[in-house]
């Protein structure tokens, strides 16, 4: 296989290898240089060499990449640059991948004195996030752990960010684990990976944590309405999954379109409409709201004009 060309290249590519010393660092051309390229790209590694050089070769660690013209990698990604000045001995590589970063050395044999001309490759590949934990709904009180994922050269760092339902966003954690224990209803919301290396952009993806937790009624104001008009009493209850609601007056369940009223409910939200007030509607009236999670009820009073007629509606016109 290896004709006596190939031998003469070996035995001094052997010399500069093993014996470190041998190369000469005084020259110009001894310069040890980094190349930072982005994974993809094309990297050029330029060695000048005088006119006075016999021999040339490029090396990547121990592997002759090129002899001279002669291409010896069977990588088609490294190619012979059409070095134009007689001084260049240049090569690319083409769609660079992290497995190229490492030294590479440009062999230089000039009246039968080995130099060397090295240069390390350093690959960088911007953050990106690989995987990262599927959109969870959990009862309030348990616990959730968040994981995200990410890859990168310099190592991408991870933070997390928490943006609430009011739309603030908070820094939370660093690192790829995120553990939330016994979860509150406001720690409910948007969670962000955050991955990061200087290199690009961030790589931001994100998780929605919904907490479950039973209704509490936020809103429950008592309405003077006077007879004849329409009435509207107001429940509100903040739940997740939403409140179902139901009324009551005194021990009997309202239904909706039944004796001139209306139960409106949307979202958070339950209205009783009653389309014309009379004397009997006036009382004490019960909102109850309730999911999986649990049951609550508040009262409402409907009363007349006047809120000391409260207890006795029949007298609100006294
Ligand atoms: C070149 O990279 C190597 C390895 O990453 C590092 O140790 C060295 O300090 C760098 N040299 C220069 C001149 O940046
Ligand atoms: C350089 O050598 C490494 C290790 O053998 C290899 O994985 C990589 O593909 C080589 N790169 C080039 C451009 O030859
Ligand atoms: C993402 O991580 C989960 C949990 O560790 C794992 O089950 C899943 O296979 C991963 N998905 C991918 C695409 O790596
Ligand atoms: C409301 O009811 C009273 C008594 O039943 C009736 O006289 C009045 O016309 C009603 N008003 C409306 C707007 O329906
Ligand atoms: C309304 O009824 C509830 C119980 O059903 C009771 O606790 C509350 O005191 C009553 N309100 C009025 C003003 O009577
Ligand atoms: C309202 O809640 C109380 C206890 O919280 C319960 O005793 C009562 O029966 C409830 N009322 C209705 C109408 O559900």
Redesign the pocket.
């Known amino acids: 296989m290896c004709n006596s060309v190939c031998f003469i290249i070996l035995s001094w590519v052997f010399a500069v290898l093993v014996f470190p010393g041998v190369p000469a660092r005084s020259g110009d051309s001894a310069l040890k240089d980094n190349i930072t390229v982005r994974q993809g790209d094309s990297a050029v590694l330029k060695c000048s060499v005088d006119s006075k050089v016999s021999r040339v070769a490029w090396l990547n660690r121990t592997t002759i990449l090129f002899a001279g013209t002669e291409k010896w990698s069977l990588d088609p990604r490294v190619i012979l640059m059409e070095n134009t000045a007689i001084t260049e001995y240049s090569i690319q590589i083409q769609n660079v991948n992290v497995h190229d970063e490492g030294p590479y050395v440009c062999s230089i044999l000039t009246n039968k004195k080995p130099k060397s001309t090295k240069v390390h490759l350093i690959v960088q590949v911007p953050a990106k996030i690989t995987n990262i934990s599927k959109d969870v709904t959990v009862n309030e009180g348990s616990s959730v752990n968040l994981m995200c994922q990410a890859v990168g050269r310099p190592e991408a760092s991870i933070t997390w960010r928490h943006q609430s339902a009011r739309g603030g966003h908070k820094f939370v954690t660093e690192g790829e684990h995120l553990e939330l224990i016994s979860i509150t209803k406001e720690q409910s919301g948007t969670y962000e990976c955050i991955a990061s290396n200087d290199i690009s952009s961030s790589d931001i993806r994100r998780v929605q944590v919904t907490v479950n937790y039973p209704p509490f009624i936020s809103k429950a104001r008592?309405t003077g309405t006077p007879v004849g008009q329409r009435g509207v009493l107001q429940c509100e209850a903040s739940a997740v999954p939403r409140a179902d609601f139901e009324w009551y007056k005194?021990d009997r369940r309202l239904l909706n379109g039944i004796n001139g009223l209306k139960i409106e409910t949307q979202g958070k939200q339950s209205l009783l409409i009653f389309f014309n007030v009379s004397e009997e509607d006036y009382g004490?009236y019960?909102c109850v709201a309730m999911n999986t999670m649990g049951i609550t009820n508040a009262?409402i009073?409907l009363y007349g004009e006047y809120r000391n007629a409260?207890?006795s509606p029949k007298n609100s016109h006294c």
């Open positions: 008592s005194e004490n019960t009262s009073i409260l207890k």
